[in-house]
T-cell receptor, first 114, second 113 residues
Framework: ETGVTQSPTHLIKTRGQQVTLRCSSQ?????VSWYQQALGQGPQFIFQ???????GRGNFPPRFSGLQFPNYSSELNVNALELDDSALYLC?????????????FGPGTRLTVT | RKEVEQDPGPFNVPEGATVAFNCTYS??????FFWYRQDCRKEPKLLMS???SGNEDGRFTAQLNRASQYISLLIRDSKLSDSATYLC??????????????FGQGTILTVHP
């Protein structure tokens, strides 16, 4: 176990709805990154938070937004859900810059949009 | 062109076989390189980092060629438990970069008895 937890485990939403996914990082980790993994693909970087500030973003539209809290836990919010948003959403925490510090992934939230 | 490209696979090999995975990356600013392993419906887990001098961890050997922007993973004496998806990962960490990880699409390995 990595110590990174995510909730909920599974979620089914309807197109157009909004969803909030939650991530609790490993103790002491101040950096959280979110990834989207579509079926049969590798994870795609959504954004990264460091000490409550977004400090990097991948090629995702503004309807994907996030927050990081003082305890370094994090949320991913997706508005106006589309069918293509169906995927496994992974969060990963690290002591610092991913690549310089190992990232530890949570088990993911599997989102289905119908 | 994708930033990180891997062999399409899938690979189906018998126990005891040696199998090699290849990966190329397009961003010459990439600084760190990794292989991750992902079991079915589970999260990715770091298998090993990859260094320019090459590195070995038991049955696993990773190589990096910066000039060719090429990464490889060799698995010797395959075990049933090696069955998984192997993800090639690069990072531009360092300097002012925030160091995102860029994943390849993954290669599925199945080891059969």
């Amino acid at each position: 176990e990595t110590g990174v937890t995510q909730s909920p485990t599974h979620l089914i939403k309807t197109r157009g709805q909004q969803v909030t996914l939650r991530c609790s990082s490993q103790s002491g980790h101040n950096t959280v990154s979110w990834y989207q993994q579509a079926l049969g693909q590798g994870p795609q970087f959504i954004f990264q938070y460091y000490r409550e500030e977004e400090n990097g973003r991948g090629n995702f539209p503004p309807r994907f937004s996030g927050l990081q809290f003082p305890n370094y836990s994090s949320e991913l919010n997706v508005n106006a859900l589309e069918l293509d948003d169906s995927a496994l959403y992974l969060c990963a925490s690290s002591l610092g810059q991913p690549g310089l510090y190992e990232q530890y992934f949570g088990p993911g939230t599997r989102l289905t949009v119908t | 062109r994708k930033e990180v490209e891997q062999d399409p696979g899938p690979f189906n090999v018998p126990e005891g076989a040696t199998v090699a995975f290849n990966c190329t990356y397009s961003n010459s600013a990439s600084q760190s390189f990794f292989w991750y392993r992902q079991d079915c419906r589970k999260e990715p887990k770091l298998l090993m980092s990859v260094y320019s001098s090459g590195n070995e961890d038991g049955r696993f050997t990773a190589q990096l060629n910066r000039a060719s922007q090429y990464i490889s993973l060799l698995i010797r004496d395959s075990k049933l438990s090696d069955s998984a998806t192997y993800l090639c990962v690069v990072s531009d960490a360092g300097g002012t970069s925030y160091g995102k990880l860029t994943f390849g699409q993954g290669t599925i390995l199945t080891v059969h008895p």
